[in-house]
């Protein structure tokens, strides 16, 4: 018999470390799987994190997240979208991951209904079956311009027992961004159901028009039923830091503080120092990372998109690419094999979500003579391989 829940019991791990785990760190791979660059985190920001060491910030702090750090992520939001947040509605209690998984156990529980924006990352689909409740996927379309939303398709989706809905825009893998005259549509429609919007801006800064994508926290209202969830690791290259925030409504202090309480006991002090140093010091390292992705982009789509089988429009935003691949009938031995024969690492698209087994996954934000190779030995390999 097994000591697992039932929820637990059929968990499995997702495709990309599934593909990844066995040759993480060989130096002979091309790695395109995960979602990071090859920069380390610039060294303002490591300073940051040394000296709140050797001031000895080495104690438990605030769960909630130290007051300083929560300011600062008061004032960046602030100033970033033009609005007065009240800092006590921002909870720092580890990761991006955390909080995602955090909001889901906070608004799903079994005998409810949770929606998924998809094709999504596969940790998403995983922390939302973690709490027992039912949850269905609905699929952007692809349409020429690119990857899109239909509301509709959304409003259709919902049930009598749907509680939440999670979103992630700038989307990892599409590069979908989310228009802000359609989060006022959908924010509309779930104040008046009680729906709980769980939207994961982690990729905010990686727009490629302008400075920053639209966010629900620039048209919400304090008490309205949104959670908004982001992180200092696809802005500052510091996914290995684990420090992430959240926007949750007014009035649920206490109960976020003894969640976070109970979940990490919130972030490492010395690596919150290093938070307040990217927020307040980082601007023009966010658009020296915008850049090179820029080019990473520019890239991809000079190479890979002209591709008889590639099926590809540029994304708006995050740092991937998401092809489609004509004639794919399998995504994971499509990566596996060219991992093996050729070295270049990236994600089988079936972990995405339903519908996505003629698709892969690939991580643009590297170093443009890596990508060029990667790049030239994919569309080698599209030649190579047998898709019977
Ligand atoms: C859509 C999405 N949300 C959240 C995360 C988690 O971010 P973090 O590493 O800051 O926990 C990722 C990481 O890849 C992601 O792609």
Not at 55 to 67: K, M, Q, V
Not at 109 to 122: A, E, Q, R, Y
Not at 137 to 151: A, D, H, K
Not at 204 to 233: C, K, M, Q, Y
């Amino acid at each position: 018999m097994s000591i697992l829940r039932r929820e637990f019991e059929s968990l499995r791990q997702n495709g990309i470390t599934k593909v990844g785990l066995p040759r993480i760190g060989d130096p002979s791979v091309i790695p395109l799987w995960f979602g990071e660059g090859d920069l380390p985190t610039p060294d303002f920001i490591r300073d940051a994190a040394k000296s709140a060491l050797d001031d000895g910030l080495t104690f438990y702090n605030h769960p909630a997240g130290r007051p300083d750090l929560r300011a600062a992520i008061k004032d960046y939001l602030d100033r970033l979208y033009g609005i007065e947040l009240d800092a006590g509605r921002v909870v720092v209690p580890g990761s991006t991951m955390l909080g995602i998984s955090m909001a889901a156990r906070m608004t799903l529980g079994s005998g409810d209904h949770g929606l998924i924006v998809s094709p999504n990352w596969p940790n998403i689909d995983r922390a939302f079956q973690m709490t027992g409740a039912r949850f269905d996927f609905v699929r952007q379309r692809i349409e020429p311009q690119g990857w899109r939303l239909e509301l509709d398709d959304l409003f259709a989706a919902v049930r009598p027992e749907t509680k939440a809905l999670f979103l992630n825009s700038p989307c990892n893998p599409t590069g979908w961004v989310m228009p802000g005259d359609e989060q006022r549509r959908l924010l509309d429609f779930c104040r008046g159901r009680g729906i709980v919007i769980i939207a994961d801006e982690v990729y905010h800064r990686n727009v490629f028009d302008g400075d920053v994508a639209p966010s629900f926290l620039s048209i919400a209202e304090p008490d309205d039923p949104l959670i908004v969830v982001n992180g200092f690791s696809k802005a500052f290259a510091m996914t290995g830091w684990r420090l992430g925030w959240m926007v949750i409504p007014a009035g649920y202090g206490e109960q976020m503080t003894a969640l976070s309480e109970c979940s990490n006991t919130g972030a490492p002090p010395f690596i919150q120092m290093a938070g307040i140093t990217a927020l307040t010091q980082g601007e023009s390292f966010v658009r020296e990372l915008r850049e090179r992705y820029r080019a990473g982009r520019g890239l991809v789509m000079q190479m890979l998109a002209p591709h008889p089988r590639i099926e590809l429009s540029e994304p708006a935003g995050a740092f991937y690419a998401f092809p489609r691949v004509r004639g794919l009938r399998s995504s994971l031995d499509f990566v596996q094999s060219l991992l093996a024969e050729k070295n270049v690492g990236l994600a089988p698209g079936f972990t995405f979500g339903p519908g996505n087994e003629d698709h892969f996954r690939l991580c643009f934000a590297q170093s443009h003579e890596r990508l060029e190779t990667a790049l030239s030995r994919i569309r080698d390999y599209l030649e190579d391989y047998d898709f019977g």
